[in-house]
């Protein structure tokens, strides 16, 4: 059985692409606990979510994930409300950033961590236009306050380098290979 500690609905549809065998038991980790380089928390969380749920399926695979924002170093978690979310999308209004997402694949045999980066450059907006899209698309629950697959005209996304699956938080294609080799 695989168990993905998530309630985010965009990991559930990409996970569903993989395989529809899969039970969804969402980690209650508080993340704030937590402090680190980007890479090494995002690793951390996933790992921790993952840990959290295999001590309630112990026969279980359980995939834990985290996505994380970084721009210029500083992480860019999930914006409280419309006013943190337009200062997120006017940091990176016209400008490159990263995605890491971090998955981590737990059984009581096996352990795997994975990190998957991606770039994504922003086209420039005016405040009005980055207003539109924060009203239509009321992106609070994603890191960095935006959703790739949330565009619209103008299209807030310029160009991305990498996973498009990673960006929207699970990377299909490097967690295709390692559920490949760890179920086998």
Do not use: C, W
């Not at 979310?85 to 994975?114: D, P, W």
């Not at 980066?117 to 239509?136: D, R």
């Not at 299209?155 to 380098?161: E, N, P, Q, S």
């Not at 699956?165 to 299909?172: A, E, K, R, S, V």
Request: glycine fraction near 6%; charged fraction near 25%; hydrophobic fraction near 40%.
């Amino acid at each position: 059985m695989l168990v993905l500690a998530s309630t985010s609905p965009r990991r559930k549809a990409l996970l569903a692409e993989l395989t529809p065998n899969f039970v969804i038991d969402p980690a209650t980790l508080d993340e704030s606990l937590f402090q680190d380089a980007p890479r090494a928390l995002n690793r951390t969380l996933a790992f921790k979510k993952a840990e959290e749920i295999i001590k309630k399926h112990p026969e279980a695979v359980v995939l834990g994930v985290d996505t994380i924002v970084v721009y210029q170093g500083r992480i860019l978690g999930k914006p409280h409300g419309t006013k943190e979310n337009l200062e997120m999308l006017q940091l990176l209004n016209g400008k490159t950033h990263q995605v890491y997402t971090s998955f981590a694949l737990l059984s009581s045999k096996r352990k795997v961590i994975k990190t998957v980066v991606s770039k994504v450059t922003f086209n420039f907006l005016s405040e009005i236009e980055l207003q539109n899209y924060i009203e239509t698309f009321r992106p609070f629950d994603k890191a960095g306050g935006y959703g790739i697959q949330d565009q619209t005209m103008p299209a807030l996304v310029k160009k991305y380098r990498g996973s498009y699956t990673n960006i929207m938080g699970l990377p299909l294609e490097a967690l295709t290979k390692v559920l490949k080799r760890f179920t086998h």
